[in-house]
């Protein structure tokens, strides 16, 4: 990577020993369009996180700065960049600083004038908020197609793409009110967490309903809400005993971003002479063969071509992304993060990202999308991992992909051919001894990336019953889509992403249907609804589920038996994925089921006992808790 001179201008006021004069504000003019933007807007005192602004201003290079109005709080270094619109200043915020409004206040040889930045007091127990674990239940959804809880704002004057709710692929006019008003839904229906896709201004011409092209860090998109909404919406979602895990992406940026007109540094995204996509060879990070050439376009090659590569290599950007997280979760109280396309990251700064995170809130978990079906390549990426190399990426949590296509592979089938069938996943989670830290997996069937689960078990309700069950019980952090809970399916196989993100009905006016409603479901959707609740409210309480043991079962009939256990209980789960009935073989699992006696059904809530004489429909999920 290039490197760059930094030119470093150490502030005046840092050597000046001699006590100052009080700051007089009104004899200073307010900035009249020479400041732009000041990133991070605001701050807070007790951070662990070094704070440094990027100020975005007409030749601002050519300034001096100094901060005034409080106690405490002080320009430690200038930085100019290779854009003389840019300034970067090292800000320091004493112990004892005074939380307040302060300016910045900027001279050259002709003018003085002065900027407002806001230092809040530090919320209490902030550093040690809690965060999303094996007890809990994500539920992820797409605000533009979850609820239009404000009509009025689906289209506005200051963003390009106007919504066109007959369009797969444009905005349908979902919003953060949307989600504030269906918070009782999720809670009801036994998540404990919701992963919204990207809410920050996403200002492409087109597809900007999905919010991966951010064209403003510090913004939430004026079609969604407001930042004041947006914190709104996590203090209701709190109300409700639900945590809030923001989508972030820091491997790319949209084509509309502000900065892209005029970059702060040439090296700041990464440039070639003509479009380069990346590779997606993930393997070049860990492959002992691979060539530099190969992990350079993997690294800086484009994502697509509306999605510019940022340069974590440089300095600059990557503090930029470390502040940016930091001040998104102290500003909304977030609990925990989900990073996108983790593994298109340069991986050595996003170790140095995650690691800053976790240094300002030590419990945050945070939860890297990395898309492998290789176990020991996904295994790489999660902090602590032993790797041969040395290499440590400090993410608590990854997706299991392996086991997503697993049981989408699995479960679709009637097929008793050798390695198929429910063996999948037999053979899937016997390579869990590869992964450092089962309890920080993310298991899942599908998400807004992948086919709709509902589409790859062919609408079958009773398929559709297995896949909740094994999500609802194997190890790992559970997620699910938003509408898998009854079934969703694509609106057109054929448009890909378009199709599968479907609108949540009820969520619009004049909906035919609302299946928020629990009077208005009937049929499947019901029927699947009410499975799910019943699955996730009981798991709500079960510890064993949460932090158990595995024990599993080897049968070539397409069925699968497991255990989730501990020193005082035990879940038996038998799932008959065969046309025909099956007994299930009691005695075969002994060294675990001797001792077990009466328990209970968790679907029908009645007593049961198990042995050899048992049977299981077809198709058909059994669940049982005992006392050991």
């Known amino acids: ?13 840092a050597a000046c020993t001699a006590p100052q004069p009080a700051f007089d504000a009104d004899a200073v003019a307010d900035a009249a369009g020479e400041v732009a933007h000041v990133e991070p807007p605001s701050w807070w ?18 300034c001096s700065l100094r901060i005034e109005g409080g106690r405490g709080v002080r320009v430690a270094a200038l930085h100019k960049a290779d854009s003389p619109d840019y300034l970067f200043a090292d800000v320091s915020i004493d112990a004892d600083a005074a939380p307040g409004d302060y300016w910045l206040v900027f001279s050259d040889s002709t003018r003085t004038f002065k900027h407002p930045y806001r230092i809040d007091a530090r919320r209490e127990g902030s550093r040690e908020r809690q965060s999303f674990t094996t007890a809990d239940v994500v539920y992820l959804l797409m605000p533009d197609r979850f609820a239009d809880g404000d009509p009025s704002i689906d289209s506005t004057d200051s963003t390009r793409e106007k919504a066109d709710r007959k369009a797969l692929f444009g905005r349908h006019g979902g919003d953060i009110q949307g989600m504030i008003d269906h918070l009782d839904y999720i809670a009801d229906l036994g998540a404990t967490a919701v992963w919204p896709t990207p809410l920050l201004l996403d200002d492409q011409p087109e597809g900007s309903y999905h919010g991966y092209a951010c064209a403003d860090y510090y913004r939430i998109d004026p079609r969604f809400g407001t930042n004041e909404l947006y914190r709104t919406f996590v203090d209701e979602a709190h109300g409700r005993g639900l945590k809030v895990i923001m989508d972030v992406v820091t491997n790319h940026c949209g084509t509309a971003h502000w900065w892209m007109e005029n ?26 063969n691979a060539s530099q050439y190969d992990l350079d376009l993997q690294e800086s090659g484009w994502f697509v071509p509306e999605m510019p590569d940022m340069n974590l290599d440089n300095p600059y950007v990557l503090q930029y992304f470390k502040q940016w997280a930091v001040w998104w979760i102290e500003y909304a109280g977030l609990d925990g993060l989900r990073v996108d396309t983790y593994p298109y990251n340069e991986k050595l700064p996003m170790s140095a990202w995650c690691a800053a995170v976790r240094e300002e809130y030590p419990r945050l978990n945070i939860v890297g999308e990395c898309w492998t079906s290789s176990v020991p390549q996904l295994a790489y990426w999660q902090g602590g991992n032993p790797n041969r190399d040395g290499f440590d990426s400090h993410l608590p949590a990854i997706m299991d992909f392996p086991l997503q296509e697993a049981i989408c592979r699995a479960v679709p089938t009637d097929s008793l051919r050798w390695g198929e069938g429910m063996t999948r996943i037999y053979d899937c989670l016997s390579h869990d001894f590869v992964y450092h830290d089962l309890s920080n997996m993310l298991i899942f069937a599908g998400n807004h990336d992948t086919e709709r689960i509902g589409d790859v078990v062919r609408k079958n309700p009773d398929r559709m019953k ?5 999500i609802a019980t194997l190890r790992g952090i559970p ?3 938003a509408g898998d ?3 969703f399916t694509s609106a057109d196989l054929s448009q890909g992403h378009g199709g599968l993100r479907v609108d949540f009905p009820g969520g619009w006016a004049g909906d035919a249907v609302d299946l928020f409603d629990a009077a208005q479901r009937t049929g499947t959707a019901r029927e699947l609804h009410d499975y799910t609740q019943r699955l996730l409210q009981w798991r709500k309480t079960k510890p064993v589920i949460h932090n158990g043991r595995t024990m599993h079962f080897l049968s070539r009939d397409n069925t699968y038996a497991y255990f989730r256990y501990d020193d005082t209980d035990a879940v038996f789960v038998f799932i008959n994925n065969s046309r025909g009935r099956r007994q299930v073989p009691w005695s075969h699992y002994a060294e675990i089921a001797s001792t077990l006696r009466e328990g209970r059904d968790v679907v029908t809530g009645e007593a049961a006992t198990i042995d050899d004489g048992t049977v299981v429909g077809p198709r058909q999920a059994l669940i049982v808790e005992f006392k050991r």
């Open 1 to 13: 990577m290039k490197r760059f001179l930094m030119t470093l201008l150490t502030a005046g006021a």
């Open 45 to 62: 005192t007790g951070m662990r996180t070094p704070l440094q602004l990027m100020i975005h201003g007409e030749r601002i290079a050519d």
């Open 263 to 288: 970059p702060p540094f040439e090296d700041w995204i990464h440039r070639f002479p003509e479009y380069t996509g990346t590779n997606v060879c993930f393997s070049t990070n860990m492959d002992p």
């Open 466 to 470: 297995i896949v909740m069950a094994m």
């Open 479 to 481: 997620q699910l889509f």
């Open 485 to 487: 809970e009854m079934m």
